[in-house]
């Protein structure tokens, strides 16, 4: 069985690093590329999708798989052994359903998509980029017909993203949280506005862009294994273990949209970096799931960075080094502020009450559009009516509306579920983290992460994908996904905020 085993690893290791070199070109696309290398590199990168898939979907593949099952059933269920054939054995299953050709024009529209979308959303312009969109939605849908038989067809995309879960079950997670997050912020519109006009001011690049570097290494990011650039929307992509990428896009204008989502891809990135050593170049080397991904982003981004701990200790220097645009600002005031409740059109930079919102009007709109019930064309108004009822706003024009987001371009249909569920995992994660860590908070405002990120580290990151989502929440905390926590959280800090 070992050399079995171990033959199988061989081979798994080829195919991931098929995987890293396609991120390579991805992240190039977006962080370098010149505007007319589209082309080019979606043949590239179908190429080298075609070359990892035909490698995963062998015979050879196949048979190691059929002997690893038959001689495991001496190992120990939770063993790094058991689970690699587990998790391989499942991801081989799905990956022989999809036929080659249909993986490749997959590939070719998205890459193409990409630079469509950029543009697009620079001119207001949705009909340029609506064929694109359209291509992709019918090559997705011939995809997840490949999964038949189902409940519903979002089930095929959503469980590219969260292994065994079901559009029903997303559905209760929505509607048991949304009637209280809607309440809260009614309650919130009837308190006493906050001001934060002061954070929408002309804060110099240059300094934005070192604050965010700062508190990145400060949270745990090594520099010699990480870096940052700009991208058009922030994102994290992995070339390895010891080569974890991440962007974002800086607002002269307002500081903290740079800044959080420094902190947010930093999140990802410590994940990244984080996955067992000896995972390396195997499908265990990856997260547990999405939401887990997120849950991360979502704990460096909102429990630490807009926490008033996380600001005890950061305050006077942003303070310092933004004096002028701070000026006569204390520090409960711009705590306050960088948490105003206040429906936006974006929601890269949609506060914690409302950010879910945003998600809920996305998994509604790709719901209507696998089930034939909105056109693509139509997609801009139903977006518009969504973001009245969901929000009371009206987006002035797409670039603020429908074309806000990466993720259609890239051919991410239920992958927007996830940002929601992983907030609620960062909360469950953040009641079991004090509860064994009592002391925390206070080490949050000496500025010190070192504690935190062990405990991250050895709870959740060194797992990577050996457990599903439910399972790996389930081992860590002692309940599967629970929004019980998510609420709470809310509730008591924006109670405090707004009295």
Known sequence: MENKLDHLKQILGKVSDFGYAIAVLDWDQQVNMPEEGDLERGEQISTLHEAAHNLFV???????????????SGLEPDSDEARLIKVTKREFDKETKIPIQLIMELSQATTMAHNAWVKAKTNNDFKSFQPHLEKIIELTKNKAECFKPYDH?????????????????????????????????????????????????NFEKSKQWQFGVDVAKAFGLDWKKSRQDVSAHPFTTSFGQKDVRITTNINENLPTSALFSTMHETGHALYELGFNPLHRRT????????????????????????????WNH???????????Q????????????????EPSFIRTEA?????????????????????GN???????EAWNEHMQQYLGLVPPNDSLGVLQDVHWSAGLFGYFPTYAIGNLISLQLWEKIHKELKMIDDRISDGEFSELLEWLRNN?????????????????????????????????KYNEIYN
């Open 460 to 492: 959740v990151h060194i797992h990577g994908a050996k457990y599903e989502s439910q399972e790996l929440i389930q081992k860590i905390t002692g309940s599967k996904i629970d929004a019980a926590p998510y609420i709470h959280y809310l509730k008591t």
């Open 351 to 371: 506060d914690e009450a409302t950010y879910n919102l945003h998600v809920m009007l996305r998994f509604e709109l790709e719901l209507a559009l696998f089930e």
């Open 283 to 310: 499908p265990l080397s990856n997260a547990a799931s999405f939401a887990f991904h997120e849950s991360q982003s979502r704990l460096w981004e909102n429990l630490v960075g807009r926490s008033k701990f996380f």
């Open 326 to 341: 701070l000026s006569g600002v204390d520090l409960e005031t711009f705590y306050k502020a960088i948490n105003k409740v």
């Open 58 to 72: 062998s015979d050879e593949v196949g048979q190691l798989l059929s002997d690893l099952l038959s001689d495991s």
């Open 314 to 324: 950061f305050f006077p220097k942003f303070k310092t080094i933004f004096s002028d």
């Open 153 to 201: 067809i979002y089930d095929a995309l959503l469980d590219d993203y969260e292994a065994g879960m079901k559009t029903t079950d997303v559905r209760k997670i929505f509607s048991d949280i949304r009637p209280q997050q809607v309440a809260l912020i009614k309650n919130i519109k009837e308190s006493n506005p906050i001001d934060d006009s002061f954070l929408k001011v």
């Open 374 to 380: 909105l056109r693509v064309e139509h997609l801009p």
